[in-house]
């Protein structure tokens, strides 16, 4: 025997840091703040057809909802569900205003770079995401909405986008469950609206174990109607790809 | 950036280059030359006319929902707006707008958000998404699904509350609105008009819109 390897993966992402990841149906993925005022930038997609993936606009008309929490579900451009938000400590994650770029970061925080201030330099989401899309084969064009986790921006009557200082305190988490295999690919870097002055990443731990079947009473099933059409969707592509649901 | 930013435009039918009328459930691609400014026109009022945009000398570049909020600070789409891509590239201004409310988070309809939203059996109506893909594929080579990127409704009203609900809601648009928006570099535009059925949008009512282009 030479299995060293835990049931249950724990990656810490340091401040400014990426990851990406192939993740098997039946997961829970628990995403940890390590410090105060933490965002993570996201994105799903169907590992074993990446041309599927996280749809905003799909996500959100079809829970009538701006944001995202607990027994919402993340759905796919062909009405799948990527993944189920089954716990949440934070209350509100951040669906609509991307990630980072190169160029904000520059002008919001002043210019950085790695000769000078070597891995201390201000990342950016826009590269990180770039590079952990191209690591898997994909490349700007699959760039889509992120969600940012533990981020609150509400609009005001008149459209006009609030970020929420503080909004996440240290040692609260929040748990996708895997309905789908999917590649998810991170970057914890700030969120672009982010009004304070200096450049604010922090740690984050992400832990991956064996999720609990899905039950007939379960939150993210019964959240709407339109989730469980979403899970029957799922369901049926699974039992054609994989030859069974559980 | 406010809601409506109400501006009329001073441009003449007769020194158009360009005038067509796309019924519901039809799609149009077009591109537009730095300078060309195009109207799109809710004939009957509370249409949606569902719009991509791509920088014509990088397809691959597509138009930016995001970026094109978050840089105005504003969810809603009016004069003055300016339409940005992936990757920052200033794509159309917005040179006029006499609705005042236009989507830019609700999405294009499809076959499989249709079975999610509504019901099942609904798959087999006829959706934006489908139009867009044809169009696509019809195009250009290059582009395939993953290019498809969350588009611009014009006309259609989906208001988000402070609290965090969206809903979609009647047209506010009404007979002969417009929008107007000028190419800041070449421009390919998709447009699906949408021939959405289940959906109080549009008062269960697809209706034509007319597409007008001048040189400047």
Redesign the interface.
């Known amino acids: 025997m030479i299995n060293t390897v835990s049931s249950i993966i724990t990656k810490t992402i340091p401040a400014g840091g990426k990851w990406s990841a192939r993740i098997q149906r039946g997961k829970e993925i628990t995403f940890t703040a390590l410090e105060d005022g933490a965002n993570v930038s996201i994105l799903l997609y169907n590992a074993d057809d990446t ?1 599927e993936r996280y ?4 996500t ?3 829970q ?4 995202l929490t607990k027994g919402n579900v993340l ?1 796919t ?4 569900v990527l993944a189920s938000i089954v716990e949440d400590m934070v209350g ?1 994650h951040d669906a ?3 990630y980072s ?1 190169r ?1 904000m970061i520059d002008e919001k925080y002043g210019k950085t770079t790695y000769q000078e201030n070597r891995n201390e330099w201000y990342r950016s989401g826009e590269e990180n995401l770039m590079v952990e899309l191209f690591r898997n084969g ?8 992120v969600i940012n986790i533990f981020s609150k921006v ?8 609030n970020f929420v200082e503080g909004h996440t305190k240290k040692g609260e988490t929040v748990t996708l469950r895997t309905e789908m295999d999917v590649l998810l690919v991170l970057s914890n870097t700030p969120n ?2 982010d009004t304070r002055h200096t450049y604010q990443s922090t740690p984050i731990e992400v832990k991956i174990k064996d999720a609990e079947p899905v039950k007939e009473n379960d939150i993210c099933l019964n959240h709407r109607d ?1 989730n469980r ?2 899970f ?2 799922t369901w049926e592509y699974v039992m054609l790809t994989k030859g069974g649901i559980q | 950036m406010s809601v409506l930013n109400y501006v009329e435009s001073e441009r003449k039918l007769e020194e158009a280059i360009y005038n067509k009328k796309l019924l519901s459930g039809e799609g149009w691609l077009h591109t537009l030359e730095p300078g060309e400014v195009l109207r799109i026109v809710d004939v009957e009022g509370n249409q949606a006319a569902d719009t991509l945009f791509y920088d014509a000398d990088h397809p691959s570049d597509h138009y930016s929902a995001i970026n094109t909020i978050g840089r105005q600070r504003n969810i809603y789409l009016s004069t003055g707006s300016v339409l940005l891509t992936e990757s920052g590239k200033e794509l159309v201004k917005i040179v006029a707008d006499t609705c005042g409310r236009h989507d830019t988070l609700g999405g294009a309809c499809s076959a499989q958000s249709n079975t999610v939203r509504y019901s099942h059996d609904t798959l087999p109506m006829h959706n934006c998404r489908d139009t867009f893909m044809l169009q696509m594929a019809k195009f250009d080579n290059r582009t395939t699904k993953r290019d498809l990127a969350p588009n611009v409704n014009f006309f259609m009203n989906v208001p988000v509350t402070p609290t965090g609900g969206l809903r979609f809601d009647d047209g506010v648009s009404a007979p002969g609105y417009y929008v107007e928006m000028q190419a800041i570099n070449a421009t390919t535009v998709v447009i699906s008009n949408c021939p959405q059925l289940n959906n109080p949008c549009n008062a269960y009512n697809p209706t034509p819109i007319q597409l007008i282009i001048w040189d400047k």
């Open positions: 041309a749809n905003m606009p799909d959100l008309k079809a009538y909802t701006a944001f759905m451009d062909q009405g799948r509100w609509i205003s991307g770029t160029l994909l490349t700007t064009s699959d760039l889509s909405p509400f609009c005001d009557e008149a459209g006009n986008m672009p609206l339109e059409r979403a029957e969707n």
